[in-house]
């Protein structure tokens, strides 16, 4: 089962509870097994709610604890010794351990003396253990997620005045691509944050899916110029794409026709020492039919400003463009064979029909060429028979077909 966080308004932990209730994970199930927490006073409610006439589950944590803080330990102590699955377990601690990770980086404390204000009360504890429960129940196998929007403005905690978004939650979504608007209120909190770094597998559009359920979640304020709600799509992967590797990449692209040719190569090398996945050098005819060369370069968005960078300081252009991309790829892994020539590292790459190819890697074979002063087609000849011949790959519990192959693209 597949499900998909569309987080076109954010995301917390309330809003994340109230959208798997409302695909259908049962409110009794849920109190029943949050009451297996070594927790006392506390109560859950829903409240069917209509944000922009979606009908969406506001989610209540009514509680009589008044503990409103905790230190990481006695939270991480609190979940062990629950008698919890260990799936949800462990995944609850993977998400208050990157809450801490956050908040011991921001006040210079050490992790496990980390002193939770509002996360450390039973609404946040509730939030987080029940997230993990709600995909257990579900058999969510795989998450995917949309970018996470975030406000701007202020945020009152315990701490004082905080810019939004709060320190912590930026810190949290180190890595994870986000995207600015002008909402004046804070659209992701520390454990909304949190629960998605920690449970998403990529962050990308919508996946190949069969959809089956649909759940809406909302958050307690009620925006004007958008609904204040998270979308949960779960269902199964479309078979036609099943099979292949899926990301999205960033491609920058200019068209230069004034440049000394004998500089491209010195561009391209340069292109790939800033992180480009390939450089492309097209022959192309401008205005006024002058020909030119379009650099195209293919890298992953967080290299995309070193690209552009690169490319404005080593050319004669005056701008680029760029854009983003969706790739599908055939599945791939590098793995590490003995050889005459010793370990090498190759490309082992499967094919739709079940198939394998093993692909031996250019910069490995030509450093064994120069080394041993032999041409390198030789050594991809060798390196892809010893390959074939070492390595079993099985398949459905036979073996499967393995066919060498000497080239290879990106």
Not at 137 to 152: A, D, H, Q, T, W
Not at 189 to 217: C, L, M, N, R
Request: charged residues 25%; aromatic residues 6%; glycine residues 6%.
């Amino acid at each position: 089962m597949l499900a998909y966080f569309d987080c076109f308004c954010g995301i917390s932990g309330d809003m994340t509870l109230g959208a798997f209730i409302d695909i259908g994970v049962p409110l009794n199930w849920l109190k029943d097994s949050l009451e297996k927490l070594p927790l006392k006073g506390f109560d859950l409610s829903v409240e069917s709610i209509s944000r922009s006439g979606i009908k969406a589950q506001s989610v209540h944590v009514i509680s009589k604890d008044n503990i409103k803080s905790r230190h990481y330990s006695e939270i991480k102590a609190l979940v062990q010794n629950s008698p919890l699955s260990q799936n949800v377990r462990e995944k609850s601690l993977e998400i208050f351990e990157r809450l801490a990770i956050a908040e011991s980086e921001i006040h210079g404390q050490p992790k496990e003396k980390v002193h939770f204000h509002e996360l450390g009360g039973i609404d946040a504890i509730v939030d987080i253990v029940g997230t993990a429960l709600c995909l257990e129940y579900l058999g969510i196998e795989k998450i995917v997620s949309s970018r996470i929007p975030l406000g701007n403005g202020f945020v009152s905690c315990q701490h004082g005045t905080l810019p939004v978004p709060a320190p912590a939650t930026l810190s949290i979504l180190k890595g994870i691509p986000v995207y600015g608007t002008e909402i004046p209120h804070e659209l992701v909190t520390p454990t909304g944050a949190a629960i998605i770094a920690s449970i998403a597998d990529s962050f990308e559009e919508i996946p190949d899916i069969i959809v089956e359920k649909t759940g809406y979640g909302a958050g307690k304020r009620d925006l004007k110029t958008i609904p204040n709600l998270l979308r949960i799509i779960i269902g199964t992967k479309e078979t036609l794409t099943s099979d292949f590797q899926k990301d999205r990449v960033s491609v920058v692209e200019t068209c230069i026709d004034d440049m000394n040719p004998e500089f491209f190569g010195f561009l391209m090398d340069r292109l790939f020492e800033e992180g480009a996945i390939d450089v492309y050098l097209i022959p192309v005819y401008m205005k006024k039919n002058r020909p030119g060369t379009m650099i195209q370069v293919l890298c992953m968005e967080n290299r995309k400003k070193s690209i552009i960078n690169r490319i404005l300081s080593e050319t004669t252009s005056l701008g680029v463009r760029h854009y983003d991309v969706q790739r599908f790829k055939l599945a791939r892994e590098n793995i590490t064979i003995k050889t005459s020539y010793g370990d090498v590292q190759i490309k082992r790459i499967k094919a739709p029909n079940g198939s394998v190819r093993l692909v031996p890697e250019y910069e490995v074979c030509k450093k064994i060429a120069i080394e041993r002063g032999i041409p390198l087609k030789i050594v991809y000849d060798t390196i892809s028979k010893e390959a074939v011949e070492i390595v079993s790959l099985p398949a459905n519990n036979t073996l499967t077909k393995l066919i060498p192959a000497y080239r290879t693209c990106a």
